[in-house]
């Protein structure tokens, strides 16, 4: 039996984070910036750890893929702070900062493809699409506010559930198999 890398388990306990928070933003969609700002400040601290994770792990490997990561994670992690830290103030910034943590956290899973490769053509392509569509969901609630205002807690509440899926695929498949 192989044992699992602790990227692997951090992968694992980010995805079901990350369902966790899509369910419950899509059961109080009118309640989430208020009541979520700090959960989600932890959220983006636990994605930047993670992200740093794989740029510690992976960049004698791979090139300048995890150097991209290590940029994201450094954002997600200043993102998440100010947002435990100032948590009144990250009420009314939340939503110019979830757009860029969209963006950042899907350009560093973007980075991720070609070992997504390793798990299968479905996971490659479910990954790659999710995250051009979390990149393009970041540039419309950036462009118009009003939307993420209004949808923010039905869009990020199913987008969420969608990237805890791709963490715990990423988590269970064959990918840290003894190069990491």
């Known amino acids: 039996m192989r044992r699992r890398s602790r990227y692997g388990w ?5 995805g079901i984070l990350l369902i966790l928070l899509g369910i419950y933003t899509l059961i109080n969609p009118g309640n989430m910036i208020h009541g979520v700002t700090v959960v989600y400040g932890f959220l983006a601290v636990v994605t930047g750890i993670s992200d740093i994770v794989f ?20 954002l997600s992690i200043l993102a998440g702070l100010m947002l435990l830290m100032y948590p009144n103030a990250g009420e009314l910034i939340t939503i110019m900062l979830l757009p860029i943590w969209f963006i950042a956290h899907s ?4 980075t991720h493809l070609p070992l997504v490769r390793l798990a299968g053509k479905f996971f490659y392509y479910f990954t790659m699409i999710l995250n051009i569509v979390g990149i393009i969901l970041g ?4 462009i118009w506010p009003v ?17 805890g ?6 988590a269970c498949s064959n990918m840290d198999s003894g190069w990491m």
């Open 107 to 110: 350009v560093s899973r973007l």
């Open 10 to 14: 951090l992968e694992l306990i980010e």
């Open 55 to 74: 740029y510690a792990k992976t960049d004698r490997y791979i090139g300048f893929g995890p150097t991209i990561s290590l940029v994201s994670g450094i």
């Open 147 to 163: 939307i993420a205002l209004f949808s923010i807690g039905f869009i990020i509440g199913f987008y969420l559930i969608l990237l």
């Open 139 to 142: 540039c419309l609630m950036i």
């Open 165 to 170: 899926i791709d963490s715990i695929v990423m």
